[in-house]
């Protein structure tokens, strides 16, 4: 199985700022990976599929990068809404694996 | 608009069975897949599998594939997960999301959920 290893595992930051979390691939994976962000006892919603390409609906401030084993979520100018858990995935192959997740706080 | 409803919570013994269904609208069903996954109290997610509501197609992760079943009713746009054999560590909500026709690629709509767990 492919491992995906994101980091950082939590985050704090204040409304405004710029983050980055960044995700590795244990293989290449081309451009296989997807951006997810959930808030607590909801579901996840897509942010960005296919590293780059942003879901209808989801605000410029997200922006996905890399190919080949490195990837990074961009968020710039965080609002309020914005403080949730994300997760990267990759579906190169089966099984679908996830990041473990990264927890953005308000510092 | 695009909508996937899950039926409601279970509560199982170990060793029994569950079944989950994920009625989908909104869209045509035969035009994509459903994709099921978990996620564990506190925990992250877990893909256990993928269905082309088209083909009829499925994968499976590996560690699910002796006690998992994913199928579809295309009369009523409905995705089934039914997993056997259940443990206390499969106590989670179990999400099913709209996925791509001929592979598992991403999920752009979810459903909203539904809590298993699996206790004596």
């Known amino acids: 199985d492919i491992q995906m290893t994101q980091s950082p595992s939590s985050l704090s930051a204040s409304v405004g700022d710029r983050v980055t979390i960044t995700c590795r691939a244990s293989q290449s994976i081309s451009s296989f990976v997807n951006w997810y962000q959930q808030k607590p006892g909801k579901a996840p919603t897509l942010l960005i599929y296919?590293?780059?390409s942003l879901h209808s609906g989801v605000p410029s401030r997200f922006n996905g990068r890399g190919s080949g084993t490195d990837f990074t979520l961009n968020i710039s100018s965080l609002q309020p809404e914005d403080f949730a858990t994300y997760y990267c995935?990759?579906?190169?192959?089966?099984?679908?694996?996830f990041g473990q997740g990264t927890k953005l706080e308000i510092k | 608009q695009v909508q996937l409803v899950q039926s409601g919570a279970e509560v199982k013994k170990p060793g029994a069975s569950v079944k989950v269904s994920c009625k989908t609208s909104?869209?045509?069903?035969?035009?994509?897949?459903i994709s099921w996954e978990r996620q564990a109290p506190g925990q992250g997610l877990e893909w256990m599998g993928w269905?082309?509501?088209?083909?009829?197609?499925?994968k499976y992760a590996q560690k699910f594939r002796d006690r998992l079943t994913i199928t579809k009713d295309t009369s009523t746009n409905t995705a089934y997960l039914e997993l056997r054999s259940l443990r206390s560590d499969d106590t989670a909500v179990y999400f099913c999301a709209r996925d791509q026709r001929y592979s598992s690629s991403w999920n752009d709509y979810w459903g909203q959920g539904t809590l298993v767990t699996v206790s004596s």
């Open positions: 296919a590293a780059h």
């Open positions: 269905i082309s509501a088209d083909t009829g197609d499925t």
């Open positions: 995935q990759q579906s190169y192959s089966a099984p679908r694996t």
């Open positions: 909104g869209y045509t069903f035969s035009s994509y897949g």
